[in-house]
């Protein structure tokens, strides 16, 4: 039995398993076309929203503030989404926030159809889209034990239809974007927020865990913290998890663009950062394949082909070989993350899985930005040479760091799983 030992049927499965199929059970089906469908309009957005301002007459200033609005209100709102949403119900949360950017979407479709002469207008609904993701991220991933009896496997599925849409996402932005107004793109994506609010909806799940009745928000906060600290695996990791976004992640596609894009032209490089979504692709499938007793180390193994992508630029490989080594690499990332959210979403009790998930969330990617804000400072102090051996390295101690952590490294799956 895992740490919690609150592997119950009503707590974690969904009405239509556990005598349904491991993974394509309807709830999962109907999980997924709303998963599926709320990412392409997520991933739509920055492209739409770059080219509609620069096409409006706006700067490339203007582009950075109104991203920037909506990654701020979510790095301060996810916790407090985990914390609602163990209240009230992630699905509830979920079909709230898919209801709040399909009329933020609708609104910047006005706005680019008028023509965008006040930038704060764009940037209050950017916030407001950034405050919708907070409230729905932690739901995402809890909902996966109540709609799927596998839940890895159902984990793996998950990453790989993540990486088409991240590929799909932009691309489809961009030829919308090219042939007709960006506010068309705004109402493609309110439709697709309008279809993964119906699918939640329709959604059959047993009765949820509930947060003790009489708890205040700030009470409910610190409880998930005090789960959140009581588990050496779980914290341990996030620990790492910020060393590794802040000097291996954050810096390696900024510094790698600038090397890259020079050498080889944008095309290859565009190749390039496609093989990355190739391998998480494959990553995905291998996880619904490979179930390893002790998920987190056999996750670390995988992680130590990261090395390789930053490691060949600096050697000077050329373009065939650097997009074997971002497949490899995509592999390698997305095979741990499906080993680490399968560990999570397994090992925490689901009346505080979405608030635990949510510090996960916000541990995982405070450091993002710095890293990648420190990034072009260091290239011109040290050369893009030595940055880029950095972060290859910094890649190899994160995941010698896992492999020797011994609470990390010998937890075990969960039976079923």
């Given at each position: 039995m895992t740490q919690s030992g609150l592997q119950q049927p009503p707590l974690f499965g969904p009405a239509d398993v556990p005598f349904g199929p491991a993974i394509w059970s309807r709830n999962f089906r109907l999980y997924?076309?709303?998963?599926?469908?709320?990412?392409?309009?997520?991933?739509?957005?920055?492209?739409a929203v770059s080219a509609g301002l620069i096409g409006s007459g706006h700067g490339l200033g203007s582009v950075g503030l109104a991203l920037g609005s909506m990654t701020a209100p979510f790095a301060g709102l996810v916790l407090f989404g985990g914390v609602l949403s163990d209240r009230f119900t992630a699905r509830r949360m979920m079909i709230g926030a898919d209801l709040a950017n399909l009329v933020t979407r609708i609104l910047m479709a006005v706005l680019f159809?008028?023509?965008?002469?006040?930038?704060?207008?764009?940037?209050?609904?950017?916030a407001v889209a950034g405050a919708a993701a907070a409230m729905f991220q932690p739901g995402a991933a809890s909902t996966v034990p109540l709609v799927a009896r596998d839940v890895q496997a159902a984990n793996g599925v998950l990453r790989a239809a993540e990486a088409v849409t991240a590929l799909l996402g932009p691309a489809l932005a961009g030829l919308l974007v090219g042939a007709a107004a960006t506010g068309w793109v705004m109402v493609i994506a309110a439709?697709?927020?309008?279809?993964?609010?119906?699918?939640?909806?329709?959604?059959?799940l047993g009765p949820a865990p509930a947060t003790p009745a009489g708890d205040s928000l700030w009470g409910n906060l610190v409880a998930g913290w005090h789960e959140f600290r009581s588990r050496s695996w779980l914290w341990g990791t996030i620990v790492v998890w910020m060393f590794y976004t802040l000097f291996a992640t954050g810096p390696l596609l900024p510094v790698a663009a600038g090397v890259l894009v020079p050498?080889?032209?944008?095309a290859s490089f565009g190749l390039i950062t496609c093989a990355l979504a190739l391998g998480t692709v494959c990553g995905g499938l291998l996880a619904v394949r490979l179930k390893p007793v002790r998920p987190l180390a056999a996750g670390a193994l995988a992680l130590l082909v990261y090395p390789l992508?930053?490691?060949?630029?600096?050697?000077?490989?050329?373009?065939?070989?650097?997009?074997?080594?971002q497949v490899l690499v995509g592999?390698?990332?997305?095979?741990?993350?499906?080993?680490?959210a399968t560990s999570v979403q397994t090992q925490v009790p689901?009346?505080?899985?979405n608030r635990v998930h949510a510090y996960d969330v916000a541990g995982s990617v405070c450091m993002l930005p710095v890293g990648s804000a420190l990034a072009g400072p260091a290239a011109a102090a040290f050369g893009p040479g030595a940055v880029l051996a950095a972060v290859g390295t910094a890649g190899l101690m994160v995941a010698g760091a896992l492999l020797t952590t011994r609470?990390?490294?010998e937890l075990r799956r969960v039976p079923g799983s």
């Open positions: 997924f076309g709303a998963r599926s469908a709320g990412l392409l309009g997520h991933t739509m957005l920055p492209v159809f008028q023509g965008v002469d006040r930038l704060w207008q764009l940037c209050a609904l950017m439709a697709t927020y309008g279809i993964s609010a119906c699918g939640l909806f329709a959604l059959r050498a080889y032209g944008s992508y930053p490691f060949g630029i600096v050697l000077g490989w050329g373009v065939p070989a650097l997009v074997v080594a592999t390698g990332v997305t095979f741990w993350g499906v080993m680490w689901g009346e505080v899985l609470p990390i490294r």
